[in-house]
């Protein structure tokens, strides 16, 4: 069965340093995610990414997120500067309308800011 | 604007009870719901899904769950409990035919003891 699957699995980082988090969606699936789960906290929605270019956005996709599918099978989250705080768990998940709008998510990247 | 509430952060049943994890949710429009799994250290699995068809759907490893639009719930329930079933579960809700985010409840921890 097809999955997604993402890269690394666990990435530490120190407070400022730029770090990429990889994604590699369901090779049919037009529409990517990225969600992210402080320790202990709810999943929140980042950003999504549709026809090489971002559809939706939240609050905390701010200027020092971005995201890049720079071929045909990856998708990015670049962090550019990293904070304490973005210390989470970071998941990507894709999908195609045609299965109703079912996200499947990968098992994501636990990334810890020192 | 979606929002999900999930009432009990920590559930706790024995083995072979009835298991009953509890959903509620806000859209402006009829949503899609979803319920998610996460096992320690993993990423989400897909346990079911609602898409307005039938209300009571079955999902895998023997859930289901019942939409009740004049309750605004979507409850999540299973017979008997497993000690497999130890878990974090997250309620999900989205905008149908748009791809648009998943909201996700705060989850909800089930305790299985034997």
């Known amino acids: 069965e097809p999955e997604v699957t993402q890269t690394p699995s666990h990435q530490v980082t120190q407070m400022g340093q730029e770090v990429i988090l990889r994604c590699v969606p369901i090779?049919?699936?037009?529409?990517f995610y990225w969600y992210r789960q402080i320790l202990g906290q709810k999943v929140e929605f980042l950003v999504s990414?549709?026809?090489?270019?971002?559809?939706?956005k939240s609050e905390i996709f701010d200027d020092q997120f971005s995201v890049e599918r720079p071929d045909g099978s990856n998708f990015t989250l670049k962090i550019r500067s990293t904070k304490l705080e973005d210390s989470a768990m970071y998941f990507c998940?894709?999908?195609?309308?045609?299965?109703?709008?079912?996200?499947?998510f990968g098992p994501g990247t636990r990334l810890l800011v020192l | 604007a979606q929002s999900v509430t999930q009432l009990g952060s920590h559930v706790s049943v024995s083995e072979g009870a009835l298991v009953l994890l509890r959903c509620n949710y806000s859209s402006s429009v009829p949503p899609y719901l979803f319920w998610y799994v996460q096992y320690p250290n993993q990423g989400l699995q897909l346990l079911l899904k609602?898409?307005?068809?039938?209300?009571l759907v079955k999902g895998i490893n023997g859930f289901e769950a019942e939409f009740k639009k004049s309750e605004t719930s979507f409850h999540l329930t299973k017979p008997s409990a497993h000690m497999s079933d130890a878990a974090e579960y997250f309620c999900a809700v989205t905008d149908p035919g748009s791809a648009r985010q998943l909201t996700f409840g705060s989850g909800t921890q089930l305790t299985v003891l034997p």
């Open positions: 090779s049919n699936h037009l529409y």
């Open positions: 990414f549709y026809n090489n270019e971002i559809s939706e």
């Open positions: 998940a894709s999908t195609d309308l045609t299965v109703q709008e079912t996200q499947y």
């Open positions: 609602y898409t307005s068809a039938a209300t």
